[in-house]
């Protein structure tokens, strides 16, 4: 398995209130594949009191335990907080 396959099933997770995949959202800080069986993640979600983000969490261990991983660490960090790219406000249009 490598990063890329991973990627794309990130990008196929909206988050809900903005309508943009998590990974381009630059929610995702890391990822590490520890074995062909294991996989961590750091993430973030744009506010620390995000209502949805228990179910994209349940969303990404979904989808990467699809792609053959047993186990799958996902930590939450709000450090650094999350803040939009420049690229990412032009597109979002704030």
């Known amino acids: 398995m ?3 396959k991973i ?3 990130l990008k196929t997770i909206m988050d809900p209130e903005i309508s943009v995949d998590i990974y ?3 929610l995702v800080y890391d990822i590490n594949i520890v074995s062909d069986d294991h996989v961590f993640l750091l993430l973030t979600y744009t506010t620390p009191a995000c209502p949805f ?3 994209m969490k ?3 261990e979904d989808k990467l335990r699809a792609l053959g ?3 799958v660490e996902i930590e939450l960090t709000f450090d650094p907080p999350w803040k939009p ?3 990412l406000r032009d597109m ?3």
């Open 2 to 4: 490598n990063k890329e």
């Open 7 to 9: 990627i794309e099933q």
């Open 24 to 26: 381009t959202l630059g």
């Open 53 to 55: 983000g228990s179910i």
């Open 58 to 60: 349940q969303q990404i």
């Open 69 to 71: 991983f047993g186990k």
């Open 85 to 87: 790219s420049p690229e």
């Open 92 to 94: 979002l249009g704030v």
